[in-house]
Structure formats: structure tokens, C-alpha cells
Antibody, heavy 120, light 108 residues
Framework: EVVLVESGGGLVKPGGSLRLSCAAS????????MNWVRQAPGKGLEWVSY????????HYRDSVKGRFTISRDNAKNSLYLQMDSLRAEDTAVYYC?????????????WGQGTLVTVSS | EIVMTQSPATLSVSPGERATLSCRAS??????LAWYQQKPGQAPRLLIY???TRATGFPARFSGSGSGTEFTLTISSLQSEDFAVYYC??????????FGQGTKVENK
């Protein structure tokens, strides 16, 4: 069974930093591209960042470029999101999501999410 | 960035009835369209990809159709477990793969 478990969320002041983690199990993590997708309270889904299986390719949405850094450690079956210079508009539940191997940029497995609240 | 627009925002349907949800893209996305189901307090689940291919675990009462800019998700006979929010997502022009704002299917 594919399991993705996020952690690291919490309350942080504007301008602060957080590091999210996603622990993966039940599949060969190193074979899959991974993503972070977020959902502001009561709102829709928004893709945040992508990292290829070998970390060769990385993408960010424009609003987080230069502030967020995605990374992974295939030896530890883990995905990370370093979030710096946080803004109120970054408040959301952050999900790690696995890329579907058959169709890129479709997310076939999701974690339960971790809530990030940016507020003074 | 391709904008995805879903309608209606809320759909009130009785169990056993047919539900039809729409998704429109601001430009053609071919068949590069996915649907996700999200229940309260849960993560989204992949429901449909390639506009019409059902993902593992979803019954045949769910069907997707369309191409280009107009897409439809149909639930042929709504069951109680189908009440949820449904999101469409284009992955033709990526990054970013953009989502619609969602359609909530509620019990009438």
C-alpha cells in the first residue's frame, strides 16, 4: 500500500521559515517524480513544486520561486519543502503527491496533508 | 497559464439521480484532463485521467468525456459515498498543472 505522511507544518510569523517533510512507503520512491500541492482553507487545489525522481528537474509555481526549495533523499524515502520568507497567502494545507507513472503531472497518491499557518 | 472553470459551484442531487459536472479550459488542453474527488477532511483522490479513463478503485458509474476545452464528469446514479467536491485539472500546459475551483456535490 502506498503511504505518504507529511509533517513539519505549524504556525509561523510572516517572514519566517518552515521545513516540510513527506515520508514515503509502500513503493519504490526513487522511481517516482514527486510534487507538493497546497490548499488554502476552504479553497481549491494549487500545485506548488515538482522534483523528478533523480532530482535533475525541479519546477516551482511563480509565486514561490526564490522562497521555496524542494528536495528529496531517495535513501531515506523522503521528500522535503523548505519554505522561507513566508507570507500570509502561503497559509494552506500542504500535500505531497506522487506523479502517476503512466501520465506525468497527474497525481495518483496523496498524503493526508500538513497545515501551515502564516500569521502574526 | 490555462484557467479552468467548473460549473456549477454546487450541485444538489438526490441519491440515485444522475449528476453532471462541467469543466471548461481557457484554451485547448486536448485530452490532458484529470478529475479528483475530495471528501471533507481527506486528501484528493485521482478519479479520471486522459479525460475519460477511470482510475483504480472507482466504479463504472463515474465517467468522463470531452476534449479540447469542454469536459464533463457524469455520475450515473449517485450513491451516498459520492457526496464530495470534484476538481478538474489540466496537465497539457505544465508547469503549472492548473485546477478548477471545484464543484461540490451535495445531498438535495
Amino acid at each position: 500500500e502506498v503511504v505518504l505522511v507529511e509533517s513539519g507544518g505549524g504556525l509561523v510569523k510572516p517572514g519566517g521559515s518552515l521545513r516540510l517533510s513527506c515520508a514515503a512507503s509502500g513503493f519504490i520512491f526513487s522511481n517516482y517524480n514527486m510534487n507538493w500541492v497546497r490548499q488554502a482553507p476552504g479553497k481549491g487545489l494549487e500545485w506548488v513544486s515538482y522534483i523528478s525522481s533523480t532530482s535533475r528537474y525541479i519546477h516551482y509555481r511563480d509565486s514561490v520561486k526564490g522562497r521555496f526549495t524542494i528536495s528529496r533523499d531517495n535513501a531515506k524515502n523522503s521528500l522535503y519543502l523548505q519554505m522561507d520568507s513566508l507570507r500570509a497567502e502561503d497559509t494552506a494545507v500542504y500535500y505531497c503527491a506522487r506523479d502517476y507513472q503512466i501520465v506525468a503531472a497527474v497525481y495518483d497518491s496523496w498524503g493526508q496533508g500538513t497545515l501551515v499557518t502564516v500569521s502574526s | 497559464e490555462i484557467v479552468m472553470t467548473q460549473s456549477p459551484a454546487t450541485l444538489s442531487v438526490s441519491p440515485g439521480e444522475r449528476a453532471t459536472l462541467s469543466c471548461r479550459a481557457s484554451q485547448s488542453v486536448g485530452s490532458n484532463l484529470a478529475w479528483y474527488q475530495q471528501k471533507p477532511g481527506q486528501a484528493p483522490r485521482l478519479l479520471i485521467y486522459g479525460a475519460s479513463t477511470r482510475a483504480t478503485g472507482f466504479p463504472a458509474r463515474f465517467s468522463g468525456s470531452g476534449s479540447g476545452t469542454e469536459f464533463t464528469l457524469t455520475i450515473s446514479s449517485l450513491q451516498s459515498e459520492d457526496f464530495a467536491v470534484y476538481y478538474c485539472q489540466q496537465y497539457y500546459n505544465w508547469p503549472p498543472g492548473t485546477f478548477g475551483q471545484g464543484t461540490k456535490v451535495e445531498n438535495k
